[in-house]
């Protein structure tokens, strides 16, 4: 199986390397930044292209990984062929942007990548769909190969998986990051909130969170929630952000 | 050294069960309800005390393991005695509420504690605050038998822990249980985001959360922060969640 990927940012690093480790054959990699697409290219072994249109006539999958509000455009310039099936990896991208071509699909990874931070892909799940029964199969054996966690997901389906994933993983990171600004203000390190995360997390692998959320607004706690709002007078956007989660926190107890 | 612990919740129960397995001995506890005081006493082999009057004279420490509102009312119960300390367990609640007593202190565990998950208490940060040295110490060799971290914190430094914990441990379940309810309204389990989840949290043992933020509002993606605002719009409360948290991501970028 010969692969392209366009793209060379977070999620076409890691695919790119899952693909190498998986022994398809990954054979070009186009960037909007060329360097870029050089410098992914020469990891993965495969060679950098300036143009869309120099793509490989027999390249079987092409793959586009760039950001969302550039699938369409990109998409528009792969040589149309029966032969080639292009599939995108946006969680919230309806499988219909890519309708210019015959046979696509979508292959969503349900994870958050960072380029530089290594992980192990087999773990990660995938999200197929494709635009008929054929394609499909063959997107589903490309997944196959890559991780050991794939399933079926239409694009209202992958929409809402996108839409928990950003509350669960990138708004998270947000609330770390908070975190660590109030104490490093306090010359305190994120460091001591550590075995606090994870045993958050590590909870919610016996239990369900609406059956695990502890705290001040959970105990309708107004003399505590009143002094940390206080607290954070000086950083209005936290403090909306207390709040608002706060409410939410009582209303739903 | 003996304790008693007035208070039967969450933090009570894991604080009584560190006494005992550390050897100390751990007479008595009360609670408001005698019910779940006397459970609590039998699971762990002290007595369980009707009212906090019936508190043994000889006792060393008496910690105060009760909801924040209720301590100062809890504390003024307490006979006052030169030779017994008195420790509330708050984050947010100054040292000075128990100043009736004559020898008292703070004994802050980081730490979300539900009555039925068991944890290794002996990896819990405790902070301790004492008023006056030797207090402190013999607060601190308390800490030392429970947990292999401690550190002193005064009141102002142990508020800016607890608030900075309220955001990444209540308000992180808070987001996990919107995303929990996102996938079950579409028949989807929250055990396809635990992978993302877990790498959320390891990332964090390497990098910084600041360096850390991806997805939509990262990229200032409109398109599809617009599409997930629509997906909302039956659920008012998650939509303002997003927009603010959103916003502020986009804000700080």
């Known amino acids: 199986m010969k692969v392209a990927i366009l793209g060379a940012g977070n999620v076409a690093t ?46 079987d999958f092409v793959i586009i990984a760039v950001t969302d509000d550039a699938i369409a455009n990109v998409a528009s310039k792969i040589p149309v062929s029966a032969s080639k099936i292009i599939v995108h990896t946006s969680g919230s991208t309806d499988l ?33 769909e494709g635009i008929n029964e054929e394609t499909q199969n063959k997107i589903l054996n490309l997944a196959y190969k890559l991780s050991e966690s794939v399933e079926l997901a239409n694009s209202v389906k992958r929409q809402t998986l996108h839409v928990s994933a950003v509350f669960a993983c990138n708004f998270t990171n947000y609330l770390f990051t908070v975190s660590q600004e109030l104490l490093e203000k306090s010359g305190l390190s994120f460091d001591l909130l550590r075995p606090l995360i994870l045993e958050t997390i590590e909870k919610t692998s016996t239990k ?7 705290g001040p607004a959970k105990r309708n706690d107004r003399l505590i929630i009143n002094k940390h709002l206080e607290m954070l007078a000086s950083y ?18």
């Open 96 to 128: 219909s942007v890519l309708n210019i071509h015959q046979n696509f699909g979508v292959l969503y990874p349900l994870q958050t990548f960072s380029k530089d931070v290594s992980l192990d892909f087999s773990k990660v799940p995938l999200f197929v």
């Open 208 to 214: 369900l969170p609406v059956d695990l959320q502890t």
């Open 14 to 59: 890691h695919i790119s390397k899952a693909l190498k480790n998986s022994g398809h054959s990954l054979v070009q990699i186009w960037s909007r930044d060329y360097k870029k697409g050089i410098a992914l290219a020469s990891e993965v072994g495969a060679s950098a292209i300036l143009n869309i249109e120099d793509l490989n006539k027999d390249v």
């Open 236 to 253: 209005p956007e936290w403090q909306q952000v207390y709040r608002l989660i706060s409410q939410n926190i009582v209303k739903s107890t």
